[in-house]
């Protein structure tokens, strides 16, 4: 029997599925949840979903009944009726999934100070006489100069074939949109309408948009997709390695992020009765390749040491270029990048936390697919990239699950009875205060607290392996593979025991251990004995128990109350420097400023890693673990020395 | 029987064609020369000529051998195998014309300083290293600044994209091309090589393009086509008409302009072995509707008073924006326009005589299918606007044509026997000089010769009207219409005697009329009594007897010593800027300078307007026509007082 693989977002779930089946079978044979009223009779309409790529058998007369016109070119099915054809990305889109998605997109609520790129002009022109005989575009700069005092502007080509009907439309009264002070983009007649921006974190794994309000600095909508460069390879070599292999590769990887965000611009403009043309300004950060390859740049020699990136500088190009559908004659701004390793998302969490005006020696981590790490304060700024691999956002770990309803969140221990209490995403209590748990999987923050339960109570040891004397029917073998049960099978929607296996620990150790390298040779070099500060971003960064991040040792000892989760710091950045034109500024020079140390280069690169692996370390000490890791390994009996 | 319309470029022969015939036999029908060895045999391959619109008989075998895939693709075909199926637009290329065009288009030659907007800078940088991570960009930009102290650069988006393969196929050494030191716009591995410059000038009837090393300044080629948006309407006035009727029609006849220069471009770099990516940068000049319409702005309020232009202020845009197919980074810059009725080609008039750098009271005349007048000097420059029509080019009349060979450009009258000596474009001497003079029709300046000498010897009185009592066979009537024989039909290629009738002469009347008035309502708002110096520019400016013109009365007297014809001054000044990035801020300064008289708003308009229209005029003197028109009307008979 044939079978494609078939992907669903925004859950990242994937498997192989036989031909024929229809979409919702295969999205329950993978734990994706889609709403069906009807059973799958074609009769409620409630499972709409949207064909990202792949075919799918026709269209059916009783889908007709429930996706107009402009869905069905969108690319909307039913779930019920439509039959995978071929290997298929399939997005489903909040409205269709079961609980909904209890999203881990919501953008941290910062003020942010309001000065954006683009601003509107409402001016009066005196209508042109025998006497007056400038022209339409001379007429209006002489306005804006006099009303407002802006220099000499530019006008996009679009604009100006625009201007004579817009002038003479509201008869002299228009509202002109200028970008930066020096080009005029955009034309409208009489007084001024709203205009919104668009900024964007472009993760390996996930997208992240946010759609503000331009004049008030509100933010009105946000919404999340997987990349839907995913298909091309789940990491950044791999994604490097598509476009250098084929002919069309770097061509077709460009084109799907960029189609992604055009859809990601038509669901939030549709969610707030707006039109994408409203949008006229865009913000864009991302690592290096997501930046690189949203710009249509070659990654070739980002995968090539010395790995230098194509641009380093901020860029600013026309929508209308890169084929994003905002207004045509928007430009979108793209954020800097440090290095090759250290992208634009990394300068979005610098001028969002901004170290380099603060006295505390501070770390700030942002956890992605690849972690990034700043380190310093306003005298000395250095960065630097650890390969952590998926595992600590719930990727290549045995019951992972990305952070959407079922997944487990967060995981206690009790260190006598090795009673597991666990939170789901999406439910509103502990598994032990409501009546049905239903979890699904694991996500990031689950798999970090697991680990570090499982460590704090004594079920693993230093070096994470698993021991063999305790007596407790959680701990068993699954394939002569030691794992410990968090989840009865009665308490997840699978009907299988949720568990954590020493494989999924491994795995959490390399991650850990690469991030903890990384900041301990930032340390060194910078001369750094102690942190004073820890800042951890990225998309579930706040989701993340600082406390159980300190016990795994992910990063050198820091007093717990100095740790704080910021959440999607990088997306914060693009919001600030959407509705702040000198955090541009900033951002560029401070890009400049950051120094980048390339960690397998140092010497003592290996010798680190080796000791990072063990929980929480090797030898550095923890002082401020004291009284939580100790005293709850005094109690189940053996001792085990930090 | 079904007949279409079939125009031959570039020397726009025209006539209805029944359907089925060939071209060549279309072409003999109509007077244009194409080269045929063979005789019509389909195996000399000599007749190739490109379809510009409308349908041919099916591509055939014989053509096969001639006509390769590219030149078929550029719609190529064999004059004597392809037949006229609709209406057509065919172009002549040169290398087909019998005799070949001698063309009217040489460049003039002029010393142009040299300082171009676009300048290359080769550089070699320090590749990149563990220790030096530079972004590409970041690294030539950095080179460039300590090598040519170069302020910061944008690059173009396309630029970018080619930037890292570029840096390491010439092992880190490059060659950046530089956009009036603001933008990269091309970067090529190694060493500098040429680059060239494309300058335009867009006339109603006449585009005349010019390509230019960038580097030496030198004028490399050539070429004038006629302005295919003639198919849309002859003139500007219904041009606007044919966008404003049609819901395409602005679409059409910008494609329409930009597929003209496309062709241009082609035909220019194949003669100089180029290709159209080695033109780096673009100069245009037009009137005022040329001009938008090459822009793709609605010409539709140029055409309704008081004509107020969509931008007066050159622009700069992108060649790719435009479709135009030279180097798709490259920039094009528009030259600023006057006015409604004064355009670019006027500025480009303007800042190559230069008259606000002088103390002499200047007239330029740039004579086209609209008249163009700047008058002044350092102190105050004014335009205006004539609607000459095209007579002048030899249009409208009786035997006109244009200035291709077998056209009439020079006429002499013995005013004692009326005897005829003429000189033909493309023979080496006087009609009874040579062989077999051969003419075909009467150009331009030799209409402007024919109706002065007329005048001069008393054939014609000085309200225009042909004397009825001079015994000479050569006054006849066609008609009932009185008309004079300039060559007899044994001196023709058609076997017709070429005439010109009492029509041609109201025709030149009230072109110079126009002409006439507008200079003179200049000199009286100006307060000017007398001009120091006349300048006559134009497609066929120096083609035209200064003598000849003061005799007509086409402007108010002056000194004959004073009176320059200095050719297609409008096309120089393209060149100028092309080559002189300062000559485009004098442009913008300038074109702002000149102030604007509409000429039908000032009331004496008609009545100058009928005083005009007599030769050389009914009441102003003319004190240098002392001994040149007097002396010849003695000698005749019957006197005639100027």
Redesign the interface.
Known sequence: MKTFQVIFQPSGRRGDIAEGKTIIDASRELGVGIESLCGGERNCGKCKVRLESGHLSPFTEEENEFIDEKERALGYRLACAAQIWSEALIFVPEESRIGRQVARKEATRRSMALKPAVSLYEVELPP???HN???????L?KALRENYSLPPL??D?LA??R???VL?QGRWKATATVWMDKEIIDIRPGKAAAIYGFAVDVGTTTVVAYLCHLQTGELIATEAIMNPQVIYGEDIMSRIAYTTNRPEGLETIHRSIIEGLNRLIETLTQQCRLRPEDILDVTVVGNTVMHHLF????P??LGL?????????S???KAR?LGLTVHPSAKIHVLP?E??FVGADNVGVLITEEPYHQDDRLLIIDIGTNGELVMGNRKKLMSASCATGPALEGAHIKYGMRAAPGAVERIQIDPRTWKVRFKVVGQDGWNDEIRNPEAKGICGSGIIDGVAELYRTGLIDKTGRFRKDIPTPRLKRSDGVPEFVIAWKEETSGGRDITISQQDVRNVQLAKGALYTGAKLLMKKMGIEELDRVVLAGAFGSYVDPQKALILGMFPDCNLNRISAVGNAAGDGARIALLNREKRIEADEMARRVE?L?LT?EKDFQDEFINALALPHGRDPFPHLKGIVEEAILNPGKPLKI
């Open positions: 042109p006489t025998l005989l400038l022209g339409d575009f001379d007429r700069q530019e006008i080509h100006l074939l201007l004579p009907s003479r710009l249509k740049i070659s070739e020699f040491s010395p790995f230098p990136p194509v641009i380093r500088r860029f600013d190009v270029e990048v290095a090759g980048y390339e280069n």
